[in-house]
T-cell receptor, first 113, second 116 residues
């Protein structure tokens, strides 16, 4: 597609539920990043994929968070047993081969009630 | 670990006036530096980047930034702002020495409000 697409744009879920957030990167981009942005703060790094593998997952806050990119294109961020503190905008970005000239999607606003 | 400080959380400025948004980063032997802009209800967009070479970097929409290694700063400037520049601006840094491409660390952001 023309840009990075994230779905859904908004997600409201109950505490304790499982959620999946999807990212469709720009076609041909091998690098894919997930960030989390809380209100009034800058984006916080979660995980970076180069192709199908996670090159750096040091930003995942705990084992409730997991991300996959099985075919090196679409990625899914999975959050188990959601907590109210998980509420944030989750941003996805992609770049041609790794580099900060990444293109960001508009994010998924997750609200845990 | 790298970190980024943006001392001004909000900067109001009159239209057509100059503006400077300040950014300081934690010291390192070498860094890559970036400014991103986030317009209301839109995604992050790269304004400019410093990787190496000239310390004065020009970006889109008339913005420029100057890398100052001794002061570990990368301030963003524009000589004359427009209403359309109202947005959140994020300074970011990454470490070019990592074997795989490194994550980008963002600052907390500066909200620029241009007053008519």
């Amino acid at each position: 597609g023309a840009g990075v697409s994230q779905t859904p744009s908004n997600k409201v879920t109950e505490k304790g539920k499982y959620v999946e957030l999807r990212c469709d990167p720009i076609s041909g981009h091998t690098a894919l990043y997930w960030y989390r942005q809380s209100l009034g703060q800058g984006p916080e790094f979660l995980i970076y994929f180069q192709g199908t593998g996670a090159a750096d997952d040091s930003g995942l806050p705990n084992d409730r968070f997991f991300a996959v990119r099985p075919e090196g294109s679409v990625s899914t961020l999975k959050i188990q047993r959601t907590e109210r503190g998980d509420s944030a905008v989750y941003l996805c970005a992609s770049s041609l081969k790794g580099g900060a000239s990444a293109f960001f999607g508009q994010g998924t606003r997750l609200t845990v009630v | 670990a790298q970190s980024v400080t943006q001392l001004d959380s909000q900067v109001p400025v009159f239209e057509e006036a100059p503006v400077e948004l300040r950014c300081n980063y934690s010291s390192s032997v070498s860094v890559y530096l970036f400014w991103y802009v986030q317009y209301p209800n839109q995604g992050l967009q790269l304004l400019l980047k410093y990787l190496s070479g000239s310390t004065l970097v020009k970006g889109i929409n008339g913005f420029e930034a100057e890398f100052n290694k001794s002061q570990t700063s990368f301030h963003l400037r524009k000589p004359s702002v427009h209403i359309s520049d109202t947005a959140e601006y994020f300074c970011a840094v990454s470490d070019p020495k990592k074997t795989s491409y490194d994550k980008v660390i963002f600052g907390p952001g500066t909200s620029l409000s241009v007053i008519p």
